[in-house]
């Protein structure tokens, strides 16, 4: 325990409680337990301040018309060691995505054509695919995912929108969709004219190369048992209701940093519950920063820089069957097409279940377009676009969910926020700096990892060493 915090509660006339810690965390997503986890086993005294009435934020599992579903981020891809070494020190199970069979790619004029391997496309244009990753990667090795802003050409290669650079190096414009729907639609989630060709590369690095994006063995690898939420879930549960406050949104908070040795202070007002501290961990997106009241305000640039720091718009949607029927047809329940409404889909059967659940993703400009439709046609319209890849049996669901992220108050959009033209140049080497004693955890300002879970798990454990480390200098020179 810090001599500096103690932890105490005082509870006033009308029931608000303050506490007073050694760091107070905003969020209860991913990485804002994990910074708990990892600040509560180095001794330290933490509240975790959480907005909705559960933990996990982008992680979350509800059961709807009898069927379970995973509403946001589920999938481990075999690279994400911070996760896994998670998933195992809690002891969860995790199971494979089925994949057996061949994949359906649908052409531009509706033909549709099934394969295993390699891309359907004549060979001119897998040369072209082929050429175009190797440039992403050559170009991605030379970037550090930690600071993407430090390489000699930032500026430049910021300024470039991806969908322009792709297309000036080749004239073949199937590989030029095909390589652009994987970063643009299957990453960011924004249109590829709408961020630069520096944040497609953050894109990359951040998990090695372009193969580690779209590797059948690699990309959505497993699923854990009981859903990707039951982490949070079992982290705050080991944290104890004394260190987790639900249904508590953080308006406001105030920090002092005096400067001169003596130790800085943060007092964050939530709606049930004050917590006065030492350090405040904000673990919300970036582009959630701006919700919350600060006295002093954040300096200039970081008010400007969270601006352009932006969700970008994914419908997740899921339709679960009596059986998984596409398999016995010789399907792995894989899709791609770009231009279709469901641009991608996979096999989301759940871990030893009969009934069949296919999820495909709906992104930016068509996810806009499908929310627009009355609520029946926009069902109709999602499942006759699974039809395109599995035939009409897919048209006849016993359960449907369509996942609303847009409409999340404490989200905004899905799966994550990045920079938009020219803001990762010129302000993401602010993102990870501290203001005074507020530090910033997302998986969305975290180089390996990048916007995925495995993210979270990283920065959560990074900030709480940082943390850990300005408390024992603290106590090295008290
Ligand atoms: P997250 O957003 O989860 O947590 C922030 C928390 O802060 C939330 O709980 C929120 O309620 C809270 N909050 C906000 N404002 C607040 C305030 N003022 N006061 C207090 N609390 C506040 N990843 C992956 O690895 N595999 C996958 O398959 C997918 N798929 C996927 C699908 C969909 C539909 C989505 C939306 C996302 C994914 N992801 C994913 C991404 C993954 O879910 C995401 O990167 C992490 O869960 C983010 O965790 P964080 O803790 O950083 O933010």
């Avoid at 029931?15 to 107070?24: M, N, P, Y």
Wanted: contains cysteine; aromatic residues 8%; glycine residues 10%.
């Amino acid at each position: 325990m810090n001599d500096l915090s103690p932890s105490a509660t005082s509870r006033a006339g009308d029931g608000a409680v303050t506490l007073q810690r050694d760091v107070v965390v905003i969020g209860g997503g991913i990485s804002g337990l994990m910074t708990a986890r990892r600040l509560v086993e180095a001794g330290h005294t933490v509240a975790v301040l959480e907005a909705r009435d559960r933990v996990g934020g982008r992680t979350w599992s509800d059961t709807i018309d009898g069927e379970f579903f995973e509403i946001g981020g589920q999938w481990v891809s075999s690279d994400q060691d911070a996760l896994k070494a998670l998933l195992k020190d809690l002891g969860k199970e995790t199971y494979p995505r089925y994949r057996d069979g061949n994949s359906v790619y649908v052409t531009r004029d509706g033909e549709r054509r099934e394969f295993r391997g390699d891309f359907p496309v004549d060979a001119a244009t897998l040369r072209e695919i082929d050429r175009l990753v190797e440039a992403l990667d050559e170009l991605a090795a030379q970037i550090d995912a930690a600071a993407p802003w430090e390489h000699p050409r930032a500026d430049e290669l910021d300024n470039i929108q991806f969908s322009t650079w792709l297309a000036s190096l080749t004239d073949d414009r199937e590989a030029v969709r095909i390589v652009d729907h994987y970063i643009a639609a299957g990453m960011l989630t924004k249109p590829s004219q709408t961020f630069s060709v520096l944040q497609a590369m953050l894109m990359v690095a951040s998990a090695e190369k372009f193969e580690h994006l779209i590797d059948e063995g690699i990309l959505l690898d497993e699923r854990v048992v009981g859903g990707m939420q039951s982490v949070s879930e079992q982290i705050a549960d080991e944290l104890g209701a004394d260190v987790v406050h639900l249904s508590t949104p953080v308006r406001h908070l105030a920090w002092t940093d005096a400067g001169d040795g003596s130790p800085a202070r943060v007092v964050a007002t939530g709606d049930r519950v004050t917590v006065e501290a030492q350090y405040a961990v904000l673990a919300v997106p970036p582009n959630l920063y701006s919700t919350i009241e600060y006295t002093p305000a954040l300096p200039r640039m970081r008010q400007v820089a969270h601006q352009h720091h932006s969700m970008g718009l994914v419908i997740k949607a899921q339709a679960v069957y009596e059986t998984p029927f596409w398999r016995e047809r010789g399907l792995s329940g894989t899709g791609f097409a770009s231009h279709e409404r469901v641009c991608e889909v996979y096999d989301n059967t759940l871990h030893g279940q009969d009934h069949g659940t296919l999820v495909g993703f709906i992104v930016s400009e068509r996810a806009d377009e499908t929310w627009a439709l009355p609520e029946d046609e926009r069902k109709q319209a999602v499942l006759e676009s699974f039809a395109a890849y599995f035939g009409e049996d897919a048209t006849r669901p016993i359960a449907f969910y369509l996942s609303d992220w847009g409409s999340e108050e404490f989200t905004r959009g899905a799966y994550a926020a990045s920079w938009e033209l020219g803001g990762l140049s010129r302000w993401g080497h602010l993102q990870n700096l501290p203001v005074g004693p507020i530090f910033f955890a997302s998986s969305d300002i975290q180089g390996a990892g990048y916007l995925h879970v495995d993210g979270g798990v990283r920065i959560g454990t990074d900030t709480a060493a940082r943390i850990a480390a300005g408390f024992a200098g603290a106590t090295a020179s008290a």
